[in-house]
DNA sequence: TTTTATTTACGGGACGGTATCGTTAATTGA
DNA sequence: TCAATTAACGATACCGTCCCGTAAATAAAA
């Protein structure tokens, strides 16, 4: 990235940002070894030179930008966590949750940090560092929350509660025919309930 | 493929399955993306044009070699669903099942197929038509039988609980630092148990 | 029945064209 | 004046098609 204060001619913060979204773009279109550095730096609008000057290759640049460029939901502060019932934190995220769960970026993004998985684990190390991690300890939080309630088996590993929700929604938007926002919302409710984070309100 | 009695030389049966095969390995190891008829016809030590005379293009090639894929575990036939208790077909099939889940190959696969959901969406539905439905259906049957038996609860959707399964796993083996095999074991109980699969035997 | 002609499949390689790679040279700008 | 930047470079890979010489089957002729 931008190095440090030099002599000569100083490096373009923007080039960066630019460079880094055209690339997390072109990761999402065509995969890691669909994307090239070559179409990375047209898309930014960029020569190439620009691009190696900065980073040495396609997996590093990609792993960067989906550290730094993915936008990020809104996520409840810890303290809520503490403070509110799981019940509730849930009741008012769900449907912006499933809204962007149910969204063909969400989607496709999913797909590939997937797809990427074993061949480029470095990529999905920065994924899980930086996106997956700060959520799953939120989730945790609410979990250990509702397994002193009660409504949550005691017994049960947080990790592999988290799992089975993330897990079942992740594969769903994956299968064919996935489901729409509405829909998504009707299916995250059930397999909550399942775990015990949710009860549906008596009128709906 | 292999086209019907004609005039002339006949394909070669054989041709097919190297093919077959080499574009599955190619697709494993590359991705949709990043593997080439170039390559496969090399690998199955053949000429482009045996490659191009069979099939119109990469897709459907690897497409068809997603569907032949013959994956060696075994499945009990529906009779045995009916008649046995789903504990005692888990219990059985486990030990098989959380080793092939926990193999590299299955990573790699389903890594794959799963990156390709989104871009290459007839791969995706050829997977599930030819090898996820027919699981589904058995494990459907398993979740009906429990759910009479009373150790599922019998309000819940068995494909929203067929996904949380499948899904905990699949999302499991491809998280940094995957299990082994004996791990993947254990994971597989907690799972199946929060589901009301699976009891813990008194001993284990 | 035997021979010959015809047709298709095959491995191998060449083709024109495009895309990408990583490097080098020339230009621009703070 | 020095680093950032663009443009050009040769090399390699892949595309889809075509051709070569050979192999293997069927169909027609002797």
Redesign the pocket.
């Known amino acids: 990235m931008t190095?440090a204060r030099?002599?000569?001619?100083?490096?373009?913060p923007q080039?960066d940002t630019a460079i880094l979204r055209a690339a997390l773009e072109l990761f999402i279109e065509r995969g890691v070894e669909g994307?090239?550095?070559?179409?990375i730096?047209?898309r930014a609008?960029?020569?190439?030179?620009?691009v190696?000057?900065?980073w040495s290759?396609?997996e590093e640049l990609i792993a960067q930008a989906v550290e730094q460029t993915i936008p990020r939901d809104l996520v409840p502060s810890p303290e809520d966590v503490e403070a509110m019932a799981p019940q509730e934190i849930i009741e008012r995220m769900l449907p912006a949750a499933a809204e962007t769960v149910a969204s063909p970026e969400f989607r496709a993004l999913t797909a590939r940090m997937m797809g990427s998985a074993v061949s480029h684990p470095a990529l999905m190390a920065a994924y899980w560092k930086h996106h997956i991690l700060p959520r799953r300890e939120l989730a945790a939080a609410m979990l250990r929350h509702a397994q002193k309630d009660g409504a949550v088996s005691a017994d049960a590993d947080p990790d592999v509660l988290i799992d089975m929700m993330v897990g079942a929604v992740t594969w769903r938007v994956l299968q064919p025919d996935p489901p729409d926002a509405a829909e998504m919302l009707r299916y995250i409710k059930a397999v909550y309930q399942q775990i015990g984070l949710y009860r549906p309100s008596p009128e709906s």
Request: aromatic residues 4%; without cysteine; positive net charge.
């Open positions: 190095a030099g002599r000569g001619r100083p490096r373009d080039t994307a090239s550095i070559e179409q730096a047209k609008g960029v020569g190439k030179l620009t190696y000057r900065r290759g396609k």
